[in-house]
């Protein structure tokens, strides 16, 4: 074998010594196990072109219709074509070039000029039809996506080059010419093979071809060696019974490089070569509402790493490899044998241990401790938080629980019951972090006590105590502030971020505390200190700071000139440039981000306040009537417009605008609030009172609110109903 190798790389070009992306045609002689494993592997059919063999959907003239459109899958001679609704909502044939994943479902690619490719939004339901496939579906079936719609199969959030490339392709390049508004986007290998979790391999293959092969080096000419589970066992602790690794894992390299796909995060740029940091080139998410339940369960589309961060499996050393083989990305054993690698099976898989009849799905492992949810209608992926089932904190917190889900003819009270009767209490588990980003997201008085407590304990997991230190951000008392100076200089980079998201929204005096982050080792962490910076006082900064201030934003400016064909990055340029006293660029980007997508609502909002700080209120203003007739529906415009015209005296006409937000949003505390004292400065305090308690009744923990009660109800000369919300603020708040 290794003789053909040497074959191979004599017939090859020499490789300069800059390490080179080489393709997997010179990996196979040497690594054919590897290979044999990866053929066929979701990384291998990650992405393929249009060919009569890759192909999976019915092309015979089929015909499907979905919300009044037909499209048709037809060929033409070798060819896979759709007529279907384009750009302008006429309908059109289509040429499918690439093939998107294989199974349990395969997407489309279809070019368009500018080296764009569109992801169609009618996928083909690869499962056998006994499950319910072999059919076309609709990826957005139950939300209208007309042209125009982002989520439209033309528009912006189903463009490959931005949304999907990154992964799906080894070395991707996008190369986005904002000038053009042109892609030439380039790769590697047009799957993920091997030197995408390897990184490149030229240096590999000249230490392979050199004297030395075979000899043990550092790192045999990789960027990235992923050997942390070398030499290791799982054993058992002797006394507690339970699986030990026989070393601590103190490299997480495999994590690093799997996390760049397998987590939802924010791309910085597209050089990033396995091996190195993470952070380097992307911004995680934390635990956010709306991708997140309040217990760290995955809600949105939120791939796995930030839930395998929350568990008790990661603190213990557990890594990917551990459970998935890497080149077939298959589970070393099938079902709950997965979890017997180390977990006992005489003391889990018991009933007495899963209370459940053996062999029934209840008894399952993954059903209970990876709850399983449906992505793209039928892509069922497992939660990877390894959490212990706790019907209670669904009470608490309205976070799902698995014993609902599988018994859905069954309210949480039945399961708090049951799990009562087994236990003598409810469940704990290993995340104790729930109740407070629960709190939090309420805001609840009881939050600030919570979160600290939560940042404080060092045996939570890390990625829950950052996400509450974003939350101290709102009122930032003496203590809040000791913990967000401490985490600022964590050695955890997750906890550093969440130290800065709480800076975010903190007075600007204290925003020197991200100073020294400027000089982070981390990438994703310099730039969000630098932009937290950049409306410093540069004469309070000595020329070492300045220098690293202007290095970080010039850092923060290339990301988002990176990704400048979204609405987003052009919206985060125009805010940093407005910060920067730079307003004809921040104006040119606001309305390039406007030119990109019509109906990005924060760009014309923020287009709208630069206006008027200028003196351009007539531009200011048409702008938000602009967006409004366009997008009439928007409750955030109609409370840009109110506050406007508030703001330019005209508390009449903005009255309307602050009723059609309030209405539209009804659960948006903040436009009842501003509706309110808007209703009580034009003399109308009865009409204020009712939409505070209309408002009250939504967010009844809310201390804005139950303040504003209080004081309106004294001004009205109703002593009663005033001690009676006093009464219930200070039940809320006893400070």
């Not at 279907?84 to 909502?89: E, K, P, Y």
């Not at 939300?143 to 999907?164: A, F, K």
């Not at 669904?394 to 859905?408: F, M």
């Not at 310099?526 to 910076?533: G, S, V, W």
Request: proline share 6%.
């Amino acid at each position: 074998m290794k003789q053909a190798l040497f074959m191979l790389l004599l017939l090859s070009p020499v490789l300069s010594s800059a390490s080179r992306y080489v393709g997997r045609d010179l990996c196979r002689p040497c690594h054919q196990k590897e290979d044999r494993l990866w053929q066929n592997s979701p990384h291998e059919l990650a992405m393929q072109e249009a060919r009569q063999e890759t192909v999976l959907g019915n092309f015979d003239n089929v015909r499907y219709t979905w919300n009044g459109q037909t499209s048709r899958f037809f060929r033409k001679r070798q060819e896979f074509w759709v007529n279907t609704q384009g750009a302008d909502g006429q309908p059109g044939d289509y040429r499918i070039q690439y093939c998107f994943g294989v199974y349990p479902l395969q997407q489309y690619l279809i070019g368009f000029p500018g080296g764009k490719l569109q992801v169609l939004d009618i996928a083909w339901d690869s499962r056998p039809e006994a499950e319910g496939g072999q059919r076309w579906f609709h990826l957005h079936p139950d939300t209208p996506t007309p042209p125009g719609d982002v989520l439209h199969w033309t528009g912006p959030n189903l463009n490959w080059n931005y949304m999907c490339a990154d992964c799906h392709s080894t070395n991707l390049k996008k190369n986005y010419d904002s000038s053009t508004r042109n892609y030439k986007t380039t790769w590697a290998s047009m799957d993920v093979s091997c030197e995408a979790c390897h990184g490149p391999g030229s240096d590999h293959v000249a230490w392979a071809r050199s004297e030395k092969a075979g000899q043990a080096t550092d790192n045999k000419g990789l960027t990235a060696v992923l050997d942390e589970r070398k030499d290791i066992q799982w054993l058992r602790n002797a006394i507690s019974g339970r699986p030990q690794r026989s070393l601590p894992n103190t490299q997480r390299r495999e994590l690093n490089i799997c996390a760049h796909c397998h987590a939802r995060r924010e791309q910085l740029t597209d050089e990033f070569v396995p091996g190195q940091d993470f952070m380097d080139a992307y911004r995680p998410v934390l635990i956010e509402q709306g991708l997140y339940h309040a217990d760290g369960q995955m809600e949105d589309e939120v791939y796995v790493w930030g839930s395998f961060l929350q568990s008790k499996m990661y603190q213990a050393g557990v890594t990917c490899s551990d459970c998935h083989d890497p080149h077939s990305t298959r589970l070393r054993a099938p079902g709950s044998e997965i979890c017997e690698q180390c977990h006992e099976a005489k003391r889990y898989a018991t009933p007495t241990h899963h209370h459940h009849e053996p062999g029934s799905s209840g008894a399952d492992c993954l059903a209970c401790h990876m709850p399983a949810k449906n992505y793209m209608k039928i892509d069922l992926r497992h939660d990877h938080g390894f959490r212990i089932p706790s019907p209670s904190l669904t009470q608490q917190t309205g976070a799902p629980n698995p014993c609902n889900q599988c018994h859905n003819d069954k309210d949480t009270d039945w399961a708090v019951a049951q799990t009562r009767s087994w236990y003598g209490h409810p469940p704990q588990g290993f995340q104790k972090f729930a109740q407070a980003l629960a709190a939090a997201r309420r805001n609840d008085p009881s939050a600030a006590a919570l979160l600290r407590r939560l940042i404080q304990d060092p045996a939570q997991p890390g990625i829950a105590r950052a996400t509450a230190l974003g939350h101290l951000g709102g009122s930032i008392d003496p203590a809040a502030l000791s913990l967000i100076r401490q985490n600022l200089q964590s050695q955890d980079p997750l906890l550093r971020m969440g130290a800065l998201n709480a800076l975010q929204t903190s007075p600007q005096n204290l925003r020197q505390l991200a100073l020294p982050l400027l000089a982070d080792r981390k990438k994703a962490i310099r730039i969000q200190a630098a932009r937290l910076l950049a409306g410093y006082d540069r004469k309070q900064l000595n020329p070492t700071q300045r220098k690293m201030l202007e290095d970080g934003l010039r850092e923060f400016i290339q990301a988002q000139e990176f990704n400048s064909e979204r609405p987003e990055s052009q919206v985060n340029l125009g805010s940093l440039y407005a910060d920067l006293n730079e307003p004809g660029k921040a104006e040119a980007a606001f309305r390039t981000a406007l030119q990109l997508q019509a109906r990005f609502t924060p760009a014309r909002e923020q287009l709208s306040a630069l206006l008027e700080q200028q003196g351009r209120k007539q531009e200011a203003q048409a702008l938000l009537l602009e967006g409004l007739q366009e997008m009439p529906e928007s409750a955030a415009l109609h409370y840009a417009l109110g506050l406007f015209l508030v703001r330019n005296h005209k508390l009449k006409e903005a009255l309307l605008f602050l009723k059609n937000a309030e209405h539209l949003a009804p659960d948006n505390s903040t436009y009842a609030y501003a509706l309110a004292i808007a209703l009580h400065s034009d003399g109308r305090l009865h009409q204020a009172l009712k939409v505070l308690e209309r408002a009250h009744k939504a967010h009844p923990r809310d201390t804005t609110l139950l303040s504003t009660l209080v004081s309106f109800n004294q001004q009205s000369g109703n002593k009663e109903a005033a001690t009676q919300w006093s009464r219930k603020l200070q039940a809320l708040n006893p400070d």
